[in-house]
């Protein structure tokens, strides 16, 4: 798909990298890099986690760029810094150690389920938990400012543990790290020169949980307010044309939400959506216009897009699921992504380099059924 090819130019918050020895290793010849493009979803993140550890086998894709939000821009710094450390396997050791350490933290949410009982996936559902219950409620009439006036996160904690600037400023892969500023609902992208542990946080700070994280004294939220993932730091700042989107957040849901928590959670899941799919309408359209000799293809990059999603597998799954950290939970999710990356480089391997795998049409741009599949179409195998 095509998009403009830019010059580098500096604007606020978004300096060019420039900094000297960390320019990536040239592929090897013949290889084709690749884009990563990582959402965030609380601790369904970890399904992400499987995607990365499988990805990450393959050395014959190079990695040309990582653009992520909330849980995704964790897993990016994340595994920066294990490949800092100890390249792929690093990688892949540092992404493991983050994710174990989230599941050792203090739960409320651990223990059986409750209401009624559930299989698979769909028992790790909190909507029945007591206290997840109280929670929603004591939500609506208290913010952090108030039930949180030190603004502690525990979060940070476990971040410092895994993550540090020095480590993300020296790895060769370039990392475009989300937040939104509350002040004008812009999206900021924290590149290599400015990232560490508060833009991290700021990427993933849900306004319902947690103060704004003041950085440079403006204030900051969750990125996916912006972009869920940013796309467009990938397709300007890189050479790569394989861009790789993990995707982890529904497009479509069955039903009617018709309790506060179902209608508040919606809107979350459409809101956090919006940029992305406006996003990949505005490739759509320059891949209308140079398909059609409007546009030269000489000044457009010919993107290929890919994504690697499981939409069945996550389906038992609710909002509320998001902040469940038990450890059998997020290995299952673990275990759903890497199947996951599995079946696409068993099905799509072979088009990296050469086509797009995604359609992106019935994906992100045609009407779609409650079930995700554009009515009138039969879904690819």
Sequence with gaps: MPSRRAPRTATPGNTPDTTPGTTPAPAAPGANPIMLALQGGGSHGAFTWGVLDRLLDDESLPIAGISGTSAGALNAAVLACGWVD??????????????????????AWRGGCFGQPAQGLAAYNLDQHPLYLWQQQFLRLFSPYQFNPLGNDPLRAVLARHVDADRLQRCPIPLFITATAVRTGQPRVFERADLGIDALLASACLPQLFRAVQIDGEPYWDGGYSGNPALWPLIYQTAALDLVL?????????????????????????????????????????????????????????????????????????????????RSFLEALHRLGRAAAERWLAAHRADVGVRSSLDLRGSFLAPRAASGVVPGEVPAG
């Design 86 to 107: 100890g390249g792929r396997a690093g990688a892949q050791a540092a992404l493991r150690h983050f994710w174990l350490d989230v599941a050792g933290q203090h739960s």
């Design 246 to 326: 993990v995707k982890i957040n529904p497009l479509s849901r069955p039903g009617t939400p018709d309790t506060p928590e179902e209608i508040a959670d919606r809107v979350n899941e459409i809101t956090f959506n919006t940029a992305l799919v406006g996003e990949m309408r505005a490739i759509g359209f320059v891949s209308r216009l140079v398909e059609q000799g409007q546009l030269s293809g000489e000044d457009y990059k010919n993107l290929r897009l890919h994504m690697v999603a499981d939409d069945e597998g996550l389906a038992p799954l609710h909002a509320s699921s998001k902040v469940n950290t038990d």
